[in-house]
């Protein structure tokens, strides 16, 4: 258990009527502009594959692997991003994807985080076998029981429906994992003062648990949007209308064994990293969000 | 006190611990069903079934003959198997130290309220959520021996013969788990930024004023503090090197040779090439144990610090 | 839970999927006689899989050719991913028992598979029906039965760039050269092309370029023998050209993703050996502007040996048919109209819909030639045409439940000899010691 007892040295800090200030360290200019420069430097070579992915969505086809690699595109290309939305039905794609995401997202928070204060606050026998189970469960390859599970879809008349996907994903073990890990690091003495109080085990989930682990639900939410975002093989087995189709699978039709459309695939790749880069740049204070001292003094 | 006073007593007590147990575990299955519920039927049936599959000779279409022990025997005497096994174990071996020092390096890192650190921790995440394809294409190129970037710069330092990366049989695994490493850290980084989030400020204050420099910091306040997280990346990241599939397949499909085929490419090939399901269904097996052995430990360590 | 609980429960799932998968065990009885006192026929919908459909024209417009002959059949094609993503997903239709009513099989491997599956219909009948000119229905035959009709031959030839042929100063195949011949010429070219940032040949990264020659050439070549010798020279001649600069190194092709059409389309090659399948492309690329506006011609692919080069023999080379059967769970009524359409497929009628489109199909005679050829594009040359229709076209993948695992054991030879991490000999042996104990053959 997560120590919380509030060391006396705070005590004497309360106390004290001078606050001492934690000596700070000299960082001079320039150190503090290297280390700047060394991070843009860091983030340029992790970015570079997706500034690949740019220049190749404003090539032609032919142009777009040669070797030694063309780092800046002779001709721009621009009516690439108009041709994926005329050529390809793209919006389709887009709304189908989003869907999905929001859809499946939501699920796994919710029923994740549910499960897991099961497995994290309540002691019943049994208990963390069965979370082993869920948790081997994620240690076996997909592709392993993909068939069978898709013949058990296709009996609940799942299959070729979106769905199955959203069946796939939401009750995955993944989340509860997650979430019962940093259930772990809330004191049980919060969860022993409110059940004092008179709350439920239902309205300490709610009131407390969930409060308390915005960074990790708003974790559990990017990753699981991501992999529902940019997932393949899912849709590829389960949704085979054209009017079905998800951003991954649809730019996969503009592959053929004979001849790709690398341009046209690499657009719709940059189109499709966009909205999960926004989202995760909006949402920093979701994911970094200092958690105020627990107040468990007196 | 009379007996029978104190008999009756111990009976009350434990007929209400039964009732409590009773009562939590009616709790705890509330908690847990509407995830079980779909994870038992979706999930966990098929799995189920693959344990069954491993047992018999099953081609995806016709009836699953059974045939026993035969696919595990095999699997002792089959070249390609063990190449697999130990590209595995090589490649895991490897990418979980790597992987974990980096994010959490990054994690810390990016923990502080430097300006722009929102755009820096992005492009740390970036990498995750880029195209596997558009990645594997980009690596190679920058791993191509005769043109790429990287070779260039390795011979600039005065390296007279650089490795082949991808093209060669020797460095094709390091390559990959480079590609694989920087692939992963943003994930684990926001995990970890997840679980520094857990660590109450005035532990480091307090530790600050006792004295402690930024190393004993980190390995009294923070490290400890990480546990629930640490266990959680690492079972994790454990699970998913066993399982590496995706990047492996499009950036090297198991070559030059078989120097990176791993299990998971192994599993893939048999079921779907070969169409010997309940050989890959074997495998998948093998590969379940293996990991689930590592995770059981890892939670019996992992509870006996928590105590 | 109970351990003996999940046992039942683990037993009982498995078992009712293993039943349900056994939907299509045995192929139903075949009808004694089409039932010939019908008047007119019901209308009936045919459902056919099919791939990248709005790259990949030719089910469309086989689909509606074959209505416009049979108004009372419609073909309803599914759409299907491409490459290996289509058994991905026609193998788990079959197995849950929604695969469609006619079944392309992309790849001749997939046959063993499906046929032991009892996935397909006998289709003997139609077979027997067809004109001597369709190549490739004996490859659909396995135990004296035909499972499949062929609709579509590809085989490989030689591409090549006449432009730059004439900037090098050097002749134009004439359809005598030999392999050695083939590499004597590229050196040549690439000192005589390398001004404009070309090489003299482009070998691309798949095991079909050198290990299909060395198959279908070899005399006593045998894929399943377990022997593999006879791919050693095909190998040293690759990896010579390789080193002398005549054609990118495979370390290259595969790290910079480089693509054939890419290759031969912005003239960075003045030869290529390919499928008959590019043909399509080019003509399309050269159409559209994607590829440089050249002249090229094709030729046959090189030889083994001066034995059957030279307008008096046939040329040997290799390829696979592509085929489709029928689904033994297509409904009764529906597998005359089925066998009608197969028939066409593989008859003129599909044929000449196939030529139209740049496809080269299973038919051969005159009148697909003529079609063929009348395609805005094409060489007209006399040696073009004869490359088109002259040729032994040997199996590439023999078909046997063994093939699979022995192309893939020969796959992963391929790529250690040509990146340079293996030598030749050593990679056969492991090859052979390997597909001795996985396919136990040898």
Not at chain 1, 43 to 72: E, G
């Amino acid at each position: 258990m997560a120590t919380t007892l509030v060391p006396s040295a705070s005590a004497g800090l309360v106390q004290a009527p001078v606050l001492r200030r934690p000596p700070r360290r000299r960082v001079g200019t320039v150190g503090r502009i290297l280390g700047y420069a060394a991070m843009i430097v860091a983030a340029a070579a992790v970015l570079l594959p997706f500034y690949w992915m740019v220049i190749s969505s404003l090539k032609t086809n032919n142009t777009v692997f040669t070797a030694p690699i063309q780092w800046v595109p002779e001709v721009f290309q621009w009516h690439n991003y108009v041709d994926i939305f005329t050529r390809a039905e793209m919006t389709t794609w887009l709304k189908n994807t989003l869907l999905l995401s929001v859809v499946v997202t939501f699920l796994q928070v919710l029923t994740g985080s549910f499960a897991a204060y099961g497995f994290s606050k309540v002691h019943f026998r049994g208990r963390d076998a069965l979370f082993l189970v869920y948790v081997g469960t994620i240690a076996v390859p997909w592709q392993a029981y993909m068939i069978p599970q898709f013949i058990l879809f296709s009996k609940l008349h799942l299959s070729n429906t979106l769905w199955a996907i959203i069946a796939l994903q939401a009750f995955g073990a993944f989340g509860v994992f997650l979430m019962r890990q940093f259930y772990e690091t809330v004191p049980e003495e919060l969860s022993e003062a409110a059940r004092l109080d008179g709350l439920s085990e239902y309205g300490i989930w709610r009131r407390i648990m969930l409060p308390l682990s915005v960074p990790a639900l708003a974790s559990l939410a990017l990753l699981t949007f991501v992999n529902t975002w940019n997932d393949y093989l899912g849709p590829l087995l389960y949704l085979r209308d054209r009017d079905l189709w998800t951003i991954q699978l649809g730019l996969r039709t503009f592959v053929t064994q004979y001849n790709t459309e690398f341009a046209l695939i690499m657009t719709g790749s940059v189109l499709s990293v966009l909205p999960v880069a926004i989202i995760f740049m909006l949402g920093q204070r979701y994911f970094v969000q200092g958690i105020a001292t627990t107040g468990i003094k007196g | 006190m009379s007996i029978e006073v104190l008999l009756d007593r111990r009976q009350q007590a434990v007929r209400r611990r039964g009732r409590l147990r009773r009562h939590n575990a009616l709790v705890g299955w509330s908690f847990i069903l509407p995830n079980f519920v779909g994870f038992a039927i979706l999930t966990l049936l098929p799995v189920l079934a693959l344990f069954f599959l491993a047992f018999t000779g099953w081609n995806a279409f016709g009836n699953a003959p059974w045939v026993g022990s035969d696919n595990f025997t095999r699997m002792i005497s089959d070249r390609l198997f063990h190449e697999a096994l130990y590209n595995t174990v090589y490649y895991t071996a490897f990418h979980i130290p790597l992987t974990f020092a980096a994010s959490l390096g990054l994690a810390l890192l990016l923990n502080r309220k430097l300006r722009g650190v929102a755009f820096f921790r992005t492009a740390a995440f970036f990498p995750y959520i880029t195209s596997i394809v558009a990645i594997a294409v980009v690596w190679n190129m920058l791993f191509s021996p005769e043109f790429g970037p990287i070779n260039q710069f390795l011979q600039a330092l005065g390296v007279s013969d650089p490795p082949g990366w991808t093209s060669s049989t020797d460095w094709s695994m390091p390559a990959v788990i480079i590609v694989a490493t920087w692939r992963e850290m943003g994930y684990y980084m926001l995990l970890f930024l997840a679980g520094l989030q857990t660590i109450p400020a005035d532990l480091y204050e307090a530790a600050r004023v006792d004295g402690a420099g930024a190393w004993q910091r980190f390995w009294n306040v923070t490290l400890p503090g990480l546990r629930p997280t640490t266990f959680f990346v690492t079972v994790m990241l454990m699970i998913g090197s066993f399982k590496i599939f995706d990047l492996i397949l499009v950036m090297t499909n198991g070559g030059p040779g078989t120097s990176t085929v791993v299990l998971s490419q192994f599993i893939y090939r048999k079921a779907f090439v070969e169409n010997q399901f309940g050989y890959a269904s074997a495998a998948s097996i093998v590969l379940f144990l293996i990991c689930i052995t590592v995770t059981v430990v890892q939670f019996l360590v992992n509870k006996r610090r928590e105590a | 839970m109970k351990r003996s609980t999940l046992t039942a429960i683990g037993i009982a799932a498995a078992a009712s999927l293993a039943l349900a998968g056994c939907g299509g065990d045995s192929p139903p009885a075949e009808p004694d006689e089409p039932d010939t006192t019908m008047e007119a026929p019901e209308p009936v919908t045919l459902t056919m899989s099919g791939w990248s459909l709005n790259v990949t024209p030719e089910f469309r417009a086989l689909a509606d050719g074959f209505h416009a002959e049979n108004p009372d059949v419609t073909v309803e094609i599914v759409q299907y991913a491409d490459g290996n993503d289509y058994d991905t997903q026609i193998i788990p239709d079959l197995a849950a028992g929604t695969a469609p009513d006619i079944l392309v099989l992309k790849s001749l491997n997939k046959l063993w598979t499906f046929q032991s599956g009892g996935q397909l219909l006998d289709v003997s009948d139609v077979a027997a029906e067809l004109s001597d000119d369709v190549s490739g229905v004996d490859r659909y035959e396995i135990d004296g039965v035909t499972w499949a009709i062929p609709y579509r031959q590809d085989s490989w030839v030689l591409y090549y760039n006449k432009d730059l042929f004439d900037a090098a100063g050097v002749d134009y195949p004439d359809g005598t050269w030999t392999w050695d011949e083939y590499a004597a010429a590229a050196e040549v070219l690439t000192a005589g092309v390398s001004a404009q940032g070309a090489k003299g040949t482009y070998q691309h990264s798949w095991q079909s370029i050198v290990q299909g020659p060395a198959l279908a050439q070899t005399p006593g070549a045998d894929l399943l023998s377990g022997d593999y010798g006879y791919l050693k020279p095909y190998y040293e001649r690759a990896l010579a050209m390789q080193n002398a600069g005549a054609q990118e190194t495979y370390g290259t092709v595969t790290t910079s993703s480089l693509t054939y059409a890419a290759q031969f389309g912005t003239q960075k090659t003045a030869m290529l050996p390919m499928g008959s399948w590019y043909i399509a492309t080019i003509l399309q690329q050269q159409a559209s502007g994607e590829a440089d506006d050249f002249e090229w011609g094709i030729a046959p692919i090189p030889q083994f040996d001066d034995s059957t080069t030279g307008s008096d023999n046939v040329p040997v080379t290799w390829g696979d048919p592509t085929g489709a059967g029928i689904n033994p769970a297509i409904d009764e009524a529906k597998l005359d109209a089925a066998k009608r359409f197969l028939a066409w497929l593989a008859g003129e009628g599909g044929a000449t819909v196939l030529a139209g489109l740049g496809v080269t199909p299973a038919l051969s005679n005159d009148v697909v030639t003529d079609t063929f050829f009348a395609l805005a594009g094409l060489p007209t040359d006399e040696l073009s045409k004869w490359a088109f229709t002259t040729h032994d076209t040997r199996p590439e993948n023999p078909v046997s439940a063994e093939t699979a695992t022995v192309q893939g054991i020969l796959n992963d030879a391929h790529s250690a000899i040509m990146s340079g991490s293996v030598a030749v000999d050593d990679a056969i042996a492991e090859a052979e010691t390997r597909v001795a104990s996985e396919a136990g053959i040898g």
